[in-house]
């Protein structure tokens, strides 16, 4: 059992269980879980002098709550903030383009580097820091710009008396998360009361997620998060310093990984065909909404994207979605060059050809590890399905006449009919070495062209194109990879 097991690591760490609200707990790491237990007293909150900006637990006690002069009210000032050693700047920021709403400060903690200006009050627009515009900047962005700055920092503020008010509001955006924030990740309808905070939370390690995070408006990378591999819980977690934090992550990332043996057999029992190449956590980005954490299955055929880890064979028969490896190619891996959703260096891009047309799926991994193993899994899984497939063929017209293209890897291209699913004649047959160009026009169209007397052939496919197009190409892909031509 995994109580009885010996802890592989055990150390205090902190545990947030409102936005502003952290507690100490014992962590403990075994072959197995994460366990973290408030033990006694488990309710009170952190009390850490000093803390870094936003590590200040948020209690009255430690807000500087300075009279606003009347006469600031709506009007432009320059503030000069020197950043200390510990701390930051000592302000939390609200607000964004997302909520329609200035970047505001709400709160200022006591004598941390915003308090000592005695020039800063809560319900401050930032206008700009350092000359960087921020006033249609989302909270995301602020975050960045704020992190960025070095220890001296220009901030251009404007005193908004409506919204120090609206502060006091339990309604105000992101006055009230609860313990799994940020937004991300899952969250419970109400925060967890005193008796529910005494008591200890524990993470399977199978297939659970763990990610280092950054926590606004600390900026000083000591955050990291652990969900459970059903999405039903997670634990946002503190370490005292950025190295601590990543000691822990480093721990439960080589438990979850030496579990993944056993999650491979589990999947096998399920569906004895599967054959798991690779699976583990990545982050899909989409253009509009928040990202979405899918678990991704990488098998001889298909790349399988699941919500959550299958529990059972039915669950495993049906991914949120399925990419067929022999259609799926990958287009870009690390920075992107054009696309304003390719901002991560840890980021792969995937087109993938569908009887809808193309898709593009851009995903983010967590570690430049994962990015190299996913980068080249998913190559070398594009060529092997097109081994291991060989041949595919669908239904066509060709000069009026219905028939069937087959394409195989080894003997190319080839136009026949067939009669009780028996082929009758052969209408065309050329090998892939003599194709000399293909295009399509994306609706139901395809062009071939083999030079000599046929020039290009026309193919109607009566649907669109992009599948059988894309199936080509990863049959060349493998054929000159059998030459040695690809690394």
Known sequence: MAAAMKAQ?????????????????????????????????????????????????????????????????????????????????????KGGREN????????????LAADQTEALYVGDAILSVN???LREATHDEAVQALKKTGKEVILEVKYIKEMSAFFKSSG????????????????KAAEPSPAEVKEPRTIPLKMCQVLRKQCPPDTENRYFEVTSCNRKSSVFLRAKDPAMAQSW??????????????????????????????????????????????????????????????????SLSNPSKSHPLITTR?????????????????????????????????????????????????????????????????ACSWNGKDCTLGVHIDEGFTLFTEEMGIRKSILLQQPFERLRMSSDDGVRMMFLDFGGPEAEIQLDLHCCPKTIVFIIHSFLSAKVKRLGLLA
């Open 9 to 93: 690591k055990t150390g205090l760490l902190e545990l947030r269980v409102t936005v502003d609200r952290w507690i100490r707990v014992l962590a403990t790491l075994t072959e197995d879980t994460l366990t973290v237990n408030p033990g006694e007293g488990g309710e009170e909150p952190v009390k850490a002098s000093p803390s870094p900006v936003g590590a200040i637990n948020g209690d009255p006690p430690n807000l500087s709550s300075s009279p606003v002069p009347e006469t600031i009210t709506n009007v432009k000032r320059t503030v000069r903030v020197t950043k200390q050693d510990v701390g930051g700047l000592g302000i939390s920021i």
């Open 131 to 133: 000359g960087y515009d």
């Open 172 to 187: 105000s955006p992101g006055a009230a998360l609860p313990w799994e924030s940020p937004p991300s990740t899952p969250q």
């Open 249 to 314: 992550y480093n721990a439960i990332q080589a438990g979850v990984a030496s579990l993944v043996p056993r999650v491979k057999e589990e999947l096998k029992s399920m569906q004895p065909g599967m054959e798991v190449k690779h699976l583990g956590w990545i982050t899909e980005q989409v253009a509009q909404g928040p990202e979405k954490p899918v678990l991704a299955v990488l098998t001889d055929k298909d790349l399988l994207l699941y919500q959550s880890m299958p529990e059972n064979k039915d």
């Open 330 to 394: 990958l287009v870009h891996s690390g920075p992107g060059k054009t696309s304003p959703l390719l901002d991560s260096e840890l980021s792969f891009g995937l087109r993938s050809g569908t009887k809808q047309g193309v898709e593009t799926h851009v995903f983010r991994v967590a570690s430049a590890k994962e990015l190299s193993t996913w980068t080249h899994l998913l190559v070398e899984g594009c060529h092997n399905a097109a081994e291991l497939i060989k041949e595919v063929t669908t």
């Open 100 to 111: 329609k709403m200035p970047i505001l400060i709400s709160k200022i903690f006591k004598g």
